[in-house]
């Protein structure tokens, strides 16, 4: 039988939020958005915190949502709660495409729509291992983000640009934990739909 207090908390060495970060959800965390979720932090400062979920994959596609990528039969990731008919993208193609805002070393987020269509347009670029796309976003207030880790919510942990803009895992949560230690373990085995145990 798996001690839910326990599982709660789980500890690691305490880290602030920092830009470029993952937050890693308690398999407790039973909102529909977040349940066994991975979050990229793309911006924490003195104003809050915002950034996208990376393993939510939706049953769209852009070019069914969007007339500016018109024929691109790229998967649409949900992002998150916030602004969720807005479309955002994270991306590895630094200064490639002006105005992008550096989130870590090899990742960016959003930058020039317009030349970013023109590259997409060429059938040679591989698009999907650059680019990745999300409806909406995940944002907390001013002291909300780490109130929430205080209560261990969240693990803080890191990721590589890869992971994020590469193939498709299903299993990023999962990955995710095993990278947190053994001691993490009791939270794979935490069934991900607790009404149905």
Same mark, same amino acid.
Do not use: C
């Given at each position: ?18 830009? %470029?970060? $993952?937050? =890693?959800?308690?398999? #407790? ?10 979050? /990229?932090?793309? +911006? ?54 002006? %105005?992008? $805002?550096? =989130?870590?070393?090899? #990742? ?10 023109? /590259?997409?347009? +060429? ?75």
């Amino acid at each position: 039988m798996i001690d839910l207090d326990k599982l709660l908390h789980i500890t690691r060495d305490t880290q602030p939020p920092k830009q %470029g970060k $993952v937050l =890693i959800s308690n398999p #407790l965390l039973n909102d529909f958005f977040f349940r066994r979720s991975v979050v /990229l932090l793309v +911006d924490h400062g003195e104003d809050g915190s915002f950034g996208v979920i990376l393993n939510k994959p939706l049953d769209l596609r852009l070019k069914d949502i969007t007339e500016s990528f018109a024929g691109l039969d790229l998967r649409v990731f949900l992002g998150g709660p916030v602004k969720s008919d807005g479309l955002f993208y994270l991306h590895r193609l630094g200064g490639v495409l002006p %105005g992008s $805002v550096a =989130i870590t070393k090899g #990742l960016w987020w959003g930058g020039d729509t317009e030349i970013l269509e023109q /590259l997409m347009s +060429d059938p040679t670029f591989a698009l999907h291992h650059h680019v990745r796309f999300y409806l909406g976003y995940a944002g907390w207030v001013t002291g909300q983000l780490e109130e929430e880790m205080m209560n261990k919510s969240w693990v803080l942990s890191d990721i590589a640009p890869e992971e994020v803009t590469g193939e498709e895992s299903s299993d990023l949560w999962i990955k995710k934990v095993k990278g947190l230690g053994r001691d993490f373990d009791p939270w794979l085995k935490f069934p991900a739909d607790p009404s149905l145990n």
